[in-house]
């Protein structure tokens, strides 16, 4: 994922922000098209994008709920596990 920062936000037209904040995507929406869209879209939706019995089991777990924290605390979410086609691939060591 390519994340776009404006360094100088005081320089930016409230215009601009404005434009910017129209085209926002809900938590929701981005969690969606990151798992079932992304799934539908590779024709995959029958063995990937959601957590289902019979699907790849793909997940990963993070210290925080991302549908609720703020928006600009994503990034730092400490990732807790990681599993890739069933196995884990990363445990944090509090687990």
Same mark, same amino acid.
């Given at each position: 994922m390519v994340?776009?920062?404006v360094e100088h936000i005081e320089?930016?037209?409230d215009e601009t922000l404005r434009r910017f904040a129209e085209q926002?995507?809900?938590?929701?929406q981005a969690l969606q098209g990151m798992t079932v869209n992304a799934a539908h879209a590779a024709g995959?939706?029958?063995l990937a994008g959601r957590?289902?019995?019979?699907?790849?089991?793909? %997940? @990963? !777990?993070?210290? $925080?709920d991302p549908l609720t924290v703020a928006a600009t605390e994503l990034p730092d979410?400490?990732?807790? %596990? @990681? !599993?890739?086609? $069933?196995?884990i691939t990363h445990r944090d060591a509090s687990l």
């Open positions: 994340r776009h920062r320089t930016v037209p926002a995507l809900t938590a929701l995959e939706e029958h957590i289902a019995f019979g699907h790849r089991a793909d %997940l @990963t !777990v993070l210290a $925080g979410l400490p990732v807790m %596990l @990681t !599993v890739v086609d $069933g196995r």
